[in-house]
């Protein structure tokens, strides 16, 4: 190589971001609660138990699935119980996890949460969370795809970019980067818990599957005491 053609020692170095500077980033948490298998029946049969005694429920994204009333933390339910420990317990270390230097103990959480059951090609319609600071969802039954599946999208969760600019790119590199999709889908697993910011818009695939698929959703906020 000749000399002419060697790059500098400063055009290498600027080749090598010192620092990559997330701006605007919407973080997404997951975890696992492992609720134990004995447990997780009776989950899903005080589900049921609270459908049966309130088939109506309560009619906002849901479409052709059933959502319960919004006051699952007042459920004497074992199950339910410790559903909403671990939920807030998600919630807290996600919280600590962007913000290290927040104290918990000068907050009070305010929550609410609530179960959907959606049956065959029951979905959930756009929308988001307003008036909180997480948004967290537990997902207790979740069929597995068969020969109904006709999309290879049943019951996917699908996030919807908050940067209403994104679309303005032009560059390939938008379809080709996380960065820059315009939505990201999630494939959800049993006893899998998302956390997200309560603005990120979502919603929810039909579920292509002959079997209910049950999940809990819930709304998080910080209040300084």
């Known amino acids: ?25 919407t973080p997404v948490f997951s975890y696992n609660a492992a609720l134990p298998e004995e447990l997780h029946k009776q989950l899903l049969k005080d589900v ?40 807030l317990n998600c919630a807290n270390a996600s919280t600590q996890n962007i913000a290290p230097n927040v104290d918990l103990d000068a907050h009070k959480i305010m929550a609410e949460g609530w179960v959907n059951i959606n049956p065959q090609w029951g979905y959930n319609a756009p929308h988001d969370h307003p008036g909180y600071t997480w948004s967290l969802v537990y997902y207790a039954k979740v069929p597995e795809d068969d020969e109904h599946n006709v999309t290879g999208k049943s019951g996917r969760i699908e996030f919807l970019d908050p940067r209403t600019n994104i679309a303005a790119m032009s560059m390939e590199l938008s379809k080709l980067s996380g960065y820059f999709a315009p939505k990201q889908l999630f494939h959800p697993r049993e006893n899998m818990i998302l956390c997200f910011p309560s603005y990120l818009r979502h919603w929810v695939y039909p579920n292509e599957e002959p079997e209910d698929r049950i999940s809990m959703a819930f709304n998080i906020k910080y209040i300084r005491k």
């Open 1 to 25: 190589m000749k000399n002419s053609d060697k790059k500098s020692d400063i055009e290498e170095k600027s080749e090598i971001p010192s620092k990559v500077i997330h701006t605007f980033s």
């Open 48 to 87: 049921y138990a609270w459908k049966q005694s309130d088939e109506e429920g309560v009619h906002k994204s849901n479409n052709r699935g059933w959502h319960s009333t919004t006051d699952i933390f007042k459920r004497q339910e074992k199950s339910f119980r410790t559903i909403c420990r671990a939920i």
